[in-house]
């Protein structure tokens, strides 16, 4: 299940509560004609709020149905994500199916990972590489100008359908697509994701991906890794431009919010490896001279669910934490996957994947904290905080003696 929005609505009416409904309706139809019917209800209001802008009914619609009926709310979240990220569109006589597509790139570094303005001339053979190696004949991709952190993507639903609508239409009219000349500051990170964004415009009814088109008995996962491995070969030495001193990973370009959970996902374990190396290279130690010690932590608006996993790091022979790494959780199961052991569940004793990959990384000694903290940050620098072996909330310091940022490369 996807995680419930932060921020807590108390009151439900008007539009919000027709949608919630509607989506309990959907959730408890019994026959496909049911389900249809009720449905397309639900898409027509989503797509009123959505163009009229109305993000808070959106919003208040899906914490009532987190809370109350759970079922319900994957119906709604399924829905709103799917409405805001594509669509139709009328160009004289010719009617265009539009997806805002997403092609995430897993990269690490010692040092800053770029994002920004893409250079137009690099710009122009990613559109190629993408319609070329991703997309059916006859479908059309507008790139957008510019390599985003995950910071920097749109932050609502329905920002996300207005990009969407605004840049098919330029791109059907011929209007530059202009970059944002301002975007927020991006957190610097070991290893973090950036995406390219397009526009995909196909006829309508017409397939879109070159996996569509796969013959019986079609082997879709087959026909997705030959498409990425295409993308990856043409893509690549535009990217490693893009991305300076950068080792990277491509993932296969999916659907807006597909993709953004993916790459999500898939930088867990690149950060905590990329960190691992990171300080037995800057403090010369070995990755045996290094602890972790891992606390859950989440909202305490909603008590008793986790959020995330914070990876503190502490050199052996003293107790103060050095770094840390947030692992988020996306799903329900996903604390269990992350953690399990004897302090989490007598039931079940296989390590989770935290554990496993510091230890494969060299890192025996390994402490999972049985509280849940609240999500708190560094007053001053906003930095997050983790637990230490004693369970208080404490800002990562460096030891004094490390070596100045910027003087070890990961890659």
Not at 68 to 76: F, K, S, T
Not at 189 to 216: E, H, I, K
Not at 281 to 290: F, G
Not at 342 to 371: C, H, N, V, Y
Request: charged share 20%; aromatic share 8%.
């Amino acid at each position: 299940m996807r995680r419930a929005p932060k921020k807590k609505i108390q009151k439900l009416a008007g539009d919000a509560l027709r949608i919630a409904n509607l989506s309990l309706a959907v959730s408890q139809a019994g026959s496909r004609l049911e389900d249809h019917d009720w449905q397309s209800l639900l898409d027509a209001m989503i797509a009123k709020n959505l163009e009229g802008r109305h993000q808070s009914i959106l919003d208040a619609a899906a914490e009532h149905v987190f809370t109350n009926q759970p079922d319900a709310y994957e119906v709604l979240i399924e829905a709103i994500e799917s409405i805001a990220t594509s669509g139709q569109i009328k160009d004289g006589e010719s009617d265009y199916d539009i997806i805002l597509v997403a092609a995430p790139i897993l990269a690490w570094s010692r040092f800053d990972i770029a994002s920004g303005n893409i250079p137009a001339p690099i710009l122009k053979t990613l559109t190629t590489s993408w319609r070329e190696s991703l997309l059916c004949k006859g479908v059309q991709v507008c790139l957008l100008p510019t390599l985003y952190s995950i910071d920097q993507l749109p932050q609502d639903h329905c920002t996300i359908n207005e990009l969407l609508h605004h840049t098919a239409q330029n791109f059907l009219q011929n209007k530059a697509i202009v970059a944002p000349k301002e975007l927020p500051k991006t957190v610097p990170f070991l290893a973090d994701s950036r995406y390219l964004l397009g526009v995909v415009l196909a006829p309508s009814n017409a397939p879109v991906f070159q996996w569509q088109m796969t013959p019986s008995p079609f082997d879709i996962a087959k026909a997705k890794e030959a498409t990425l491995l295409l993308w990856k070969q043409r893509a690549h030495a535009d990217i490693a431009h893009l991305l300076p001193g950068c080792g990277f990973e491509f993932l296969l370009p999916e659907s807006y919010y597909s993709a953004c959970r993916e790459a999500d996902i898939l930088v867990r374990p690149i950060s905590i490896r990329a960190t691992v190396f990171y300080l037995c290279q800057t403090l010369n130690v070995d990755a045996s001279d290094l602890s972790a010690i891992l606390g859950r932590f989440g909202p305490e608006t909603h008590p008793g669910q986790v959020d995330e996993i914070r990876v503190g790091f502490t050199l052996k022979k003293a107790p103060e934490v050095i770094y840390g790494v947030i692992w988020p959780l996306y799903q329900q199961e996903d604390e269990l996957n992350a953690l399990v052991g004897p302090s989490i569940s007598t039931m079940d004793e296989r390590e989770g994947e935290i554990p496993t990959l510091l230890k494969e990384s060299g890192i025996s000694q390994i402490q999972i904290l049985e509280d849940i903290f609240g999500m708190e940050f560094c007053e001053d620098c906003q930095a997050p905080l983790y637990a230490d072996a004693e369970g208080d909330l404490v800002h990562p310091e460096m030891p004094d003696d490390a070596p100045p940022e910027g003087s070890v490369h990961l890659h």
